[in-house]
T-cell receptor
């Protein structure tokens, strides 16, 4: 049972480059999330999707776009990477009022 | 605005020394409060869900409690393997039925042998 799978695990980008972080879950959950985690700042919500076909902005959406491709997959795109986007990115999924399950994270460095 | 504050930021305990972590929250209608454990280099691992004031949940040396304004994670006789960052999150009632989680910044727990 894989749970939530994120790819890639590590990535180094140059300023201005673009990339897409992939996330897939096999638990048939409706809700999916993208968070970033920075030292001393906890987990901050970038975007979330309450169900297939819907997406909404979280606390820190600027510089990011998302796509809920189907019920399983939720991708995060950086169109023009900036050093301020250096962070650890986590994808998560949940169902109704139950706890969310997280992937192992993507460590992104923008130089 | 929904808000979650955790204290202390860091806590050092001797093995066997019981203590509590605090999570204070402000939310317009609580749908659920969640506790997670996070080890270095890994994603958060779900521990407990609490739904209403007075509710308690236990797992091994951990016990989570909930009031109308805060939650406590009690650690009884901790062991070094309990060392981790503990995160608290809340989920608010929303008309649009969205289920976004708002996290606190966590408590880093170190248990020394």
């Amino acid at each position: 049972n894989a749970g939530v799978t994120q790819t890639p695990k590590f990535q180094v980008l140059k300023t201005g480059q673009s990339m897409t972080l992939q996330c897939a879950q096999d638990m048939n959950h409706n809700s999916m999330y993208w968070y970033r985690q920075d030292p001393g700042m906890g987990l901050r919500l970038i975007y979330y999707s309450a169900s297939e076909g819907t997406t909404d902005k979280g606390e820190v959406p600027n510089g990011y776009n998302v796509s809920r491709l189907n019920k399983r997959e939720f991708s995060l795109r950086l169109e023009s990477a900036a050093p301020s986007q250096t962070s650890v990115y986590f994808c998560a999924s949940s169902e109704a009022r139950r706890g969310a399950f997280f992937g192992q994270g993507t460590r992104l460095t923008v130089v | 605005e929904d808000q979650v504050t955790q204290s202390p930021e860091a806590l050092r305990l001797q093995e066997g020394e019981s203590s509590s972590l605090n999570c204070s929250y402000t939310v317009s209608g609580l749908r659920g409060l969640f506790w997670y454990r996070q080890d270095p280099g890994k994603g958060p691992e779900f521990l407990f869900t609490l739904y209403s004031a007075g509710e308690e949940k236990e797992k091994e040396r951990l016990k989570a409690t909930l009031t109308k304004k805060e939650s406590f994670l009690h650690i009884t006789a901790p062991k070094p393997e309990d060392s981790a960052t503990y995160l608290c999150a809340v989920q608010a009632n929303r008309m649009d039925s969205s289920y976004k989680l708002i996290f606190g910044s966590g408590t880093r727990l170190l248990v020394r042998p």
